[in-house]
């Protein structure tokens, strides 16, 4: 056995290093946790006994497990085990250093060896991972867990890496009356040593991840869901119990008809022996795919507004998207977070995948490429992007591995994979991979040489552009006609939009359009610069050439000047949905390279919406707008323009023919209204005087009209913040109203919410970042400015103490809530100065890149 003795240097790093993990995965197996805990009703700490078994392959000079507790700052606390004995013998010279329990190797012998100790660990309202939610409607008491990417190890000692797989069995002691959930079925429930209290026994797990391992308890209420493949449950709070039976059939129908897809299109039955839907008050985000019980994150499934189509669409991927995660990243796991692409691009792309099996497929190959593509490209243009594939050297900086590559590039490069393989070669591919790493961890290597046993073909230059590789290509067409009317003049080519050399082999589907003649579809194929596509040579003149039909590309495909007119002037007439939101989407493209004036964009929008059916190209149309007038136009074309904009609006939400389409019309003038007489129509709504057919305002549509009257200083907006505070006493109001003040546009409010967003922790993280946008109104930008260079100096704080996502919501609020070239420099003379770490640098440099496009759109076509 190696000496016991351990040296300052041999102390890891805080954080979890890639050094540490393969050290680790080398020496251990067969891990086991067995965790015995105890929560009450209002306390700060959460109290447990471990033990961990597992096998060590050799002898070893340390074992480090991993476990830190914070303060109040962040700052990393050592202590809070005790008893903590090594094969029964109690240990003496443990050590605690940055975040790690260091234990001597002398303890340990080659094969079977148990730790057990006890611990503590905090609970609060946010900033940690044992999360209590109080429900100010009926006084009761919620707690939850939460520990991707690597905050396990802040509420209990463990490896806290993915591929130290392990089982779980865990005990819990809660108050009675309270209900717990797990991973696994509860065995049995019996009386606790402490009165008031029982003890819930789960069964032991199969091989999870440990931010994969969760538990939920309070007054759960539960719905039975009958007919999937194996038990499922859908549980809400007790007072949410009314709503959650309303829209149970709907969730658990989806749920049920994914399950039995998923499994079909896997060739693998469900992994885990019984599937939980459980719905959390204050959820930080959508949704977690914790191994058999997913916690989502109430509001995503139980809607707080009349619903339209769209909406109910979002909710059927959010849910397929967790449940397809029970295969891609919980049977299966990634090695490592850099390859976090693998669980969540699959993830969503499968969502899609399933709703195309459930609804017109068309209809969902068209919400796809809504849902992602934009957001993919708007990054990948950026000189903050990154590859699919993101180099994380330790996990601490694994939070900012999340973001629109992973979820928005990633399943858009899976779409083309299937392209480029074909279905069966792809599907056959995937089960493949399934198949041989099962309960275990894969790498995306292990994927792509999975697909091309499966296909036969080689993707080695495939996966080397497209994963390893960061940017994308933007793709144009160069096409002329001669005399005859005959195109004799047909390349396309392509070029990295960033400037470095990138080059990525495309497959797409060309289309050419013609007025009074079908159109015509060629497949070309992309390896180099450019290539001439010569099954297009002779074929009649189109009116217009649009390079990437059906979506089956990945990169900016710019119309051509002569094909921008003609869209232009046609889209009217454009009869499929998908085609006409593709166009609307490169013409949308040209106004953010700056080659279309945006007020031009608006015109057209504003002439061919009043006949626009499709509702979710609506709302994508609406958005544009509205993003082009608040950050595009200058004070002059706003006040010019508002009037209209307003108008079609108002017009739309009494008259379109479709619910659908006035519930987003409606959304809409309440987001842009700001005229005068936008806000008397507001309050008029507010108070019963004016109706939109079919739409009852429910609570949160009253206060996101409050927080539009507020943020433009209507003089009634105070009466009507105090009016509805005594309106709606409910738990939600609560929150809605927090987020409603943030958009008081005075300095006293913006201090006060600034302070709280970075010293409150008894603020819930959803309450602070739904305010963000609030507190950062796009009209109150010399209000927000002085914040600008707070909010950026607090982005190491912000990454340590909140949950994935946060960051980029913060950044996003903060420089997206600005439009100037003052805030720009500011900006840009932080990144300059600044020592921060790569991650957070490129998070900045992602975002900047809007602001930069306002001003550089501004500056050409802002008069």
């Not at 609970?123 to 919620?142: K, Q, V």
């Not at 096409?479 to 050399?501: P, Y």
């Not at 309050?683 to 057919?693: D, E, N």
């Not at 990144?831 to 550089?856: A, C, F, N, W």
Request: one cysteine or more.
């Amino acid at each position: 056995m190696a000496s016991g003795k351990i040296n300052d240097d041999a102390l890891p790093a805080e954080g979890i290093t890639r050094e540490l993990a393969l050290k680790r995965a080398a020496q251990i197996s067969d891990l086991r946790y067995r965790m015995s805990l105890e929560i009450a009703p209002g306390a700060a700490r959460l109290k447990g006994r471990e033990e961990v078994s597992l096998r060590l392959a050799g002898a070893t000079d340390q074992i480090v497990l991993d476990f830190r507790d914070l303060d109040q700052s962040g700052k990393i606390l050592e202590g809070a085990i005790g008893g903590v004995a090594v094969n029964g013998n109690a240990v003496g010279d443990l050590r605690q250093a940055n975040g790690h329990i260091l234990i001597p190797g002398r303890h340990f012998k080659a094969g079977e060896n148990s730790i057990t100790l006890s611990f503590e660990s905090g609970i609060a309202p946010a900033g940690r991972p044992f999360t209590r939610y109080l429900d100010r409607d009926d006084g009761s008491e919620y707690l939850y867990t939460l520990f991707v990417p690597m905050d396990a190890s802040l509420a209990f000692p463990c490896f806290d890496q993915p591929d130290l797989k392990a089982r779980f069995t865990l005990d819990l002691t809660a108050p009675d009356g309270w209900t717990a959930i797990s991973n696994t079925e509860a065995e049995k429930t019996a009386p606790a040593e402490r009165a008031g209290f029982h003890r819930t026994y789960f069964r032991e797990t199969r091989p999870i991840s440990t931010y994969l391992f969760a538990f939920a308890a309070g007054p759960f209420r539960e719905v039975p869901a009958t007919g999937a493949p194996v038990p499922m449950r859908l549980f809400a709070r007790q007072s949410k119990i009314g709503r959650a039976q309303e829209e149970a059939p709907e969730i658990t129908r989806l749920t049920r008809d994914g399950m039995r897809h998923l499994a079909e299109f896997f060739d693998h039955p469900f992994p885990f022996p019984k599937y939980d839907l459980v719905l959390i008050p204050g959820f930080a985000y959508g949704g977690m795919e914790h191994a058999g019980a997913s916690f989502f994150r109430e509001e995503s499934l139980l809607f707080r507004t009349i619903p339209t189509a769209s909406d109910k669409l979002g909710r059927a991927a959010l849910l397929l998207h967790e449940l397809a995660h029970q295969w891609f990243g919980d049977l299966v796991t990634m090695r490592w977070f850099d390859d976090l692409w693998l669980k969540e691009g699959f993830a969503d792309y499968m969502s899609y995948e399933t709703l195309a099996t459930l609804y017109p497929p068309n209809d969902i190959r068209k919400r796809f490429y809504q849902s992602h593509k934009p957001a993919a490209y708007a990054i990948d243009v950026t000189k903050g992007t990154t590859p699919i594939y993101q180099e994380v050297s330790n996990l601490k900086d694994a939070k900012s591995a999340y973001g629109a590559i992973v979820y928005s590039k990633a399943p858009g490069l899976l779409r083309q994979l299937s392209f480029v393989l074909g279905e069966k070669g792809f599907r056959d591919g995937v089960r493949l991979f399934l198949k041989e790493h099962a309960y275990a961890n894969a790498e995306w290597g292990d994927l792509i040489r999975a697909c091309e046993r499966a296909s036969g073909q080689s993707l080695g230059r495939w996966a080397a552009a497209w994963v390893r590789q960061r940017g994308m290509p933007q793709v144009e067409v160069d096409w002329g006609c001669d005399g005859q009317g005959q195109i004799d003049r047909f390349t396309i080519k392509q070029r990295d939009v960033l400037g470095e050399g990138g080059s990525w082999p495309i497959k797409t589907q060309l289309l050419l359009a013609y007025d009074q003649a079908p159109p015509v579809l060629l497949t070309t194929q992309l390896e180099g610069e450019q290539t001439t596509v010569r099954e297009a040579l002779g074929q009649k003149c189109p009116s217009y050439v649009f390079g990437n039909y059906q979506d089956y590309g990945y990169g900016r495909f710019l119309l051509d000047e002569r094909s921008r007119q003609a869209v232009s002037a046609r889209l009217g007439e454009v009869a499929d949905p998908f085609l006409r939101t593709m166009l609307w989407g490169a013409l949308w493209d040209a106004v953010r390279e700056a080659e279309k004036a945006p007020i031009d964009f608006i015109a057209l929008a504003l002439k061919l919406l009043p006949t626009e059916t499709d509702e979710e190209l609506t709302q994508s149309l609406l958005g544009r707008v509205t993003t082009a007038f608040q950050r595009y136009l200058s004070l002059t074309q706003q006040t010019a323009l508002a009037p209209q904009i307003e108008a079609l609006c108002s017009d739309r939400m009494i008259n379109a023919k479709e619910l659908g389409l006035r519930i987003t019309y409606f959304r809409a003038f309440r987001a842009i209204a700001m005229t005068p007489a936008a806000r008397r129509q507001l309050k008029s709504l507010l108070a019963g005087q004016t109706t939109v057919p079919g739409v009852e305002l429910k609570p949160l549509d009253r206060w996101r009209m409050i927080t539009a009257l507020l943020q433009h200083r209507d003089e009634d907006s105070e009466a009507l913040l105090a009016a509805e505070r005594k309106r709606d006493v409910s738990d939600d109001g609560r929150k809605y109203a927090y987020v409603a003040e943030a958009a008081r546009a005075d300095a006293e409010t913006k201090q006060r919410y600034f302070d709280d967003y970075l010293h409150n922790r008894a603020v819930p993280e959803d309450w602070v970042e739904q305010s963000l946008g609030s507190f950062n109104a796009w009209n109150q930008s010399a209000l927000t400015l002085p914040y600008l260079e707070p909010a950026l100096k607090a982005l190491p704080q912000v990454k340590r103490e909140r949950k994935i996502f946060f960051v980029l919501a913060w950044l996003n609020a903060f420089i997206g809530g600005q439009q100037s070239s003052e805030a720009l420099a500011q900006v840009r003379e932080f990144l300059q100065g600044s020592r921060l770490e790569k991650d957070l640098e490129l998070k900045v440099l992602e975002v900047i890149d809007e602001l930069e496009r306002t001003t550089r759109i501004r500056s050409k076509f802002g008069e």
